[in-house]
């Protein structure tokens, strides 16, 4: 299981490009809920599943701006 899954991170499901960006709910042992932007929630058997983490400017894809020091 990747040691970079948790609560509020950004990922993507390596073979459901579809599913769209998705963000971690919740981490309970090699469990893990994730809310796809067009899949809904999903549970992921992280020890099967390798999801990708997505950097926070990818995030822009679901509607959000990463603007740093932006006033």
């Known amino acids: 299981m990747s ?5 509020g991170i950004f990922v993507r499901h390596p073979s459901q490009p579809d599913w769209g ?4 709910q919740s981490v309970d042992g ?3 809920t994730v809310n796809f932007e067009n899949a809904g929630k999903r549970l992921i058997i992280a020890d099967r599943i390798a999801l990708v983490e997505v950097s926070a ?6 509607g959000e701006e990463a ?4 006033e």
Do not use: C, H, I
């Not at 960006?21 to 971690?24: A, C, N």
């Open 21 to 24: 960006l998705g963000q971690v």
């Open 3 to 7: 040691e970079f899954l948790a609560p």
């Open 30 to 32: 090699n469990r893990v």
């Open 57 to 62: 400017s990818d995030g822009e894809a679901s």
């Open 67 to 70: 603007n740093g020091d932006e």
